[in-house]
Nanobody
């Protein structure tokens, strides 16, 4: 059984910062990409940022220059540093990871439960 547990969301004023954390636990053989998605009310879930096991990153255009994704492979943890937050960043943020549980034949996507980020104007 694999779990992704997120923390770090909350309420912040526009221009402020938050740091999200997501730790994977359980039976883990290896983790490929990890990342963050977000979903605002009435909208689809979209990619915010992702990072491979080798450290290559990918960002949504709307967050480039403001958000930074990083990971600690030894701790099976991914982080999202969010600076210069805007009201339009308000959403539920979901952690995502492609995890191999017992071998490279047993991989699939896993999702966290989501953490609310609210940016007030």
């Amino acid at each position: 059984q694999v779990q992704l547990v997120e923390s770090g969301g909350g309420l912040v004023q526009a221009g402020g910062s938050l740091r999200l954390y997501c730790a994977a636990s359980g039976t883990i053989f290896s983790i490929n990409a990890m990342g963050w998605y977000r979903q605002a009310p009435g909208k689809q879930r979209d990619l915010v940022a992702a990072i491979t096991s080798g450290g290559s990153t990918n960002y949504a255009d709307s967050v480039k220059g403001r958000f930074t994704v990083s990971r600690d492979n030894a701790k099976n943890t991914v982080y999202l540093q969010m600076n210069s937050l805007k009201p339009e960043d308000t959403a539920v943020y979901y952690c995502n990871a492609y995890i191999y549980t017992r071998s490279y034949y047993s991989g699939r996507n896993y999702w966290g439960q989501g953490t609310q980020v609210t940016v007030s104007s």
